[in-house]
């Protein structure tokens, strides 16, 4: 019972979390995709090396997180200093 308790509230603060921050999830739903395609790119990288494509790919996934991270402290900046009604 009390374990069901834990899993609600930690349901309820990620919820909480997704709707202060929205661009994190997209961050890392972004990251996850291209995660999923540098794996199915793969075996059809051609004639690259492996270490080559590995950091192409972490270079691309990071770019991801990096942008939606600023879209999202522009958008928090943009709520708490310019679209609060003024007194």
């Known amino acids: 019972q009390e374990q069901k308790m834990e899993i609600l509230q930690a349901i309820t603060t990620s919820t909480d979390t997704a709707k202060e921050a929205p661009f994190v999830p997209i961050g890392i739903?972004?990251?996850a995709a291209v995660v999923a395609y540098g794996?199915?790119?793969l075996k059809s990288r051609g004639n690259t090396k492996m270490s080559?494509?590995?950091i192409h790919m972490r270079v691309v996934a990071q770019g991801f997180v990096v942008g939606a991270m600023t879209v999202g402290m522009?958008?928090?900046m943009y709520r708490e200093f310019w679209a609060k009604p003024k007194p």
């Open 29 to 31: 739903a972004g990251f």
């Open 39 to 41: 794996l199915h790119k």
């Open 74 to 76: 522009g958008y928090s």
């Open 52 to 54: 080559i494509h590995l």
